[in-house]
């Protein structure tokens, strides 16, 4: 069977369908997956551009380049899309240790136990979130 892509597929994420598409952000050296975040057309310019993976703040309402207040930036090394063209998976390097605002390499510190449904923090904080934003 032969594959022939369609303009949509060959071209990348398709903003049309939607304004925000879903990103998940894997550690490229690791396979650790960091966050889940969102881009619009914009923040996917702009991390094209610049290699520096920018994304759109649902709740701020504007784009967050990742690490502006922290200073763990995420490097792109490389860019995925599905086969609907409506998420993205960003393999980056995590310069700082850590993704997550809360201090922990990844956001995905918490560990359900489905028989006890007990909550278990995995993993170390990289650094204190009080002391690199200001907020207790």
Not at 28 to 36: E, N, Q, R, S, Y
Not at 88 to 102: D, M, R, S, T
Request: aromatic residues 10%; contains cysteine; hydrophobic residues 40%.
């Amino acid at each position: 069977m032969i594959f022939v892509a369609t303009a949509d597929a060959a071209t990348g994420p398709n903003f049309e369908k939607n304004d925000l598409i879903p990103v998940i952000a894997q550690d490229v050296a690791t396979g650790d997956v960091l966050m889940l975040a969102y881009m619009n057309r914009e923040a996917y310019h702009e991390t094209l551009k610049t290699g520096r993976v920018c994304y759109y703040s649902r709740s701020r309402k504007k784009l967050w380049r990742k690490g502006e207040e922290s200073g763990n930036v995420q490097e792109l090394k490389e860019l995925y899309f599905d086969c609907d063209a409506d998420t993205l998976l960003v393999k980056v390097n995590q310069i700082g240790g850590a993704a997550c605002h809360e201090g922990f390499k990844s956001c995905f510190f918490r560990r359900i136990d489905p028989a006890s449904q007990g909550v278990t923090v995995v993993g170390e904080r990289v650094f204190d979130p009080a002391a690199v934003y200001g907020k207790s």
